[in-house]
Nanobody, 130 residues
């Protein structure tokens, strides 16, 4: 069972930046797509970004396009989420997740669906003050 450990959360003023990291255990990291999700109090969990196993394709929620960038480093078994231009509405617990089945051929909304992922980290809090 893969272990995912997030880090990099914190408190930042609006307009600031943070970089989240998610370190994965195991030797099959590059086979799996990875996603970053967030959940704010009283709201549903949403996928903000995802990246294919090869790193050649990415997905972003409309709410973060142009501000967030997802990337991965296979040598370090780590996926990153660079967050710029943070807004108070970005405040949430951010979690990374590993794709359920790397052999799945993605269809519409595949990367944004929670069910597409089977392994989750414990989450890291991001708080953006106004």
């Amino acid at each position: 069972q893969v272990q995912l450990v997030e880090s990099g959360g914190g408190v930042v003023q609006a307009g600031g930046s943070l970089r989240l990291s998610c370190a994965a255990s195991g030797r099959t990291f590059s086979r799996y797509a990875m996603g970053w999700f967030r959940q704010a109090p009283g709201k549903e969990r949403e996928c903000v970004a995802a990246i294919t196993g090869s790193g050649t394709a990415t997905y972003y929620a409309d709410s973060v396009k142009g501000r967030f960038t997802i990337s991965r480093d296979h040598a370090k078994n780590t996926v990153y989420l660079q967050m710029n231009g943070l807004k108070p509405e970005d405040t949430a617990v951010y979690s990374c997740a590993r794709e359920r089945n790397p052999l799945t051929i993605p269809t519409t909304n595949y990367f944004s669906r929670t069910f597409s992922y089977a392994s989750w980290g414990q989450g890291t809090q991001v708080t953006v003050s106004s």
